[in-house]
């Protein structure tokens, strides 16, 4: 079944890839009953301006707080999926939305 990024939880990962920008924003998009929550997460990277890395603590918190659908991150510079973006998602079994900053886009990949 293809998961669907609900309007107030691309908005709430919009703000929050904002935030952190020029930073990889990234995040989960988790499922608590009937409802669609993103949760905001930290990025580890060590070049948290092109790569991203969840923080594991905020992966476990969204384990429990519900059932993880998607994986959310930003592109700051605007690029495409890259192809680590590619090999991770499909690694992942979860679709994957990458907001475009500049271009105020989202991809879907794996979906």
């Not at 009953?33 to 790569?51: I, M, S, T, V």
């Not at 429990?64 to 991770?88: F, N, W, Y």
Request: glycine share 6%; charged share 20%.
């Amino acid at each position: 079944m293809a998961v669907t990024l609900a309007p107030v939880s691309r908005l709430d990962a919009e703000v929050h890839a904002r935030e952190v920008a020029p930073w990889e924003a990234c995040g989960l998009l988790v499922q608590v009953g009937a409802e669609q929550k993103y949760l905001p997460c930290r990025n580890l990277c060590e070049q948290p301006e092109q790569h991203f890395v969840l923080d594991p603590r905020d992966y476990l918190r969204a384990t429990l707080s519900g059932t993880i659908v998607a994986i959310i991150h930003s592109h700051p510079g605007g690029q495409d999926a890259s192809e680590l973006d590619r090999k991770a998602c499909q690694q992942s079994k979860l679709p994957w939305f990458i907001y475009q900053l500049p271009q105020d886009k989202w991809l879907t990949i794996g979906n």
